[in-house]
């Protein structure tokens, strides 16, 4: 079993304000990589995380490892699995003698991409190209899409990142503000009495960003990061 101390030692890092656009990148490795080892045991480290995916042989073994998890999630909990979005496809490739830059590598990387297209219907502005990661082109959006695919994986009950798993303890957090606010607003009207003035609810005040999930922040600084940081 993993051994969570590890990803928790990455909290620290996780919340730590970031002065560039380079620095939220380099700590987003930081979490990936720290996640990608726990699971798998490998040596993924910051400064050699392209060059240790570029073959796509790792990509499309932990793609295939999603659907086992999200297909055991499917038989355990069939009404919940009914309205999200199951990944089916085994992801084909070839994992021995795999040379980088080679065009092996680059259609194991292609049969991932194209996974996360069609399987976990990842939108484009979090989506790489085969060459973003083969020719390290574009490496922002490679380590946004594997965010979004730990991000689905985590919905069917594999260990996320540290990242995301802070995501949902404020979503859960929040969730419970709104549930207490409300029962607590509700026993406070059946206190008053008959003429008693009736005040708004205390959940109206409970937002975030108009209650947007952390989720769909980091989705939306992720999507800004593309757009706006130099290239």
Not at 57 to 67: K, M, P
């Amino acid at each position: 079993m993993a051994d969570l101390s590890n990803i928790q030692s990455a909290a620290s890092k996780s919340i730590r304000p970031f002065r560039s656009s380079e620095e939220y990148l380099y700590a987003m490795k930081e979490d990936l990589a720290e996640w990608l080892n726990i699971l798998y045991g490998w040596d993924v480290q910051v400064e050699n995380f392209m060059e240790t995916l570029e073959t796509g042989c790792d990509l499309c073994q932990h793609a295939n490892n999603v659907n086992r998890i999200a297909l055991e999630f499917q038989q355990q909990h069939p009404e919940v699995a009914a309205c999200m979005r199951v990944p089916q496809n085994e992801v084909v490739y070839q994992a021995k003698n795999v040379v980088p830059g080679s065009f092996i590598a680059r259609d194991n990387v292609s049969n991932f991409i194209q996974w996360c297209r069609q399987d976990l219907g990842i939108q484009d502005v979090l989506m790489f190209e085969t060459n973003d990661l083969v020719l390290k082109k574009n490496e922002k959006n490679f380590v946004l899409c594997l965010l979004e695919v730990a991000r689905r994986g985590s919905k069917f009950g594999m260990l996320a990142p540290m990242l995301i798993q802070m995501e949902q303890e404020i979503e859960e957090e929040m969730r419970d503000q709104i549930a207490y606010g409300g029962l607590e607003t509700q026993e406070d009207s059946q206190d008053l009495g008959p003429e008693s003035p009736v005040y708004p609810s205390r959940v109206q005040r409970i937002s975030l960003c108009d209650l947007k999930n952390l989720d769909e922040l980091v989705r939306d600084c992720s999507i800004l990061l593309v757009s706006c940081a130099p290239k």
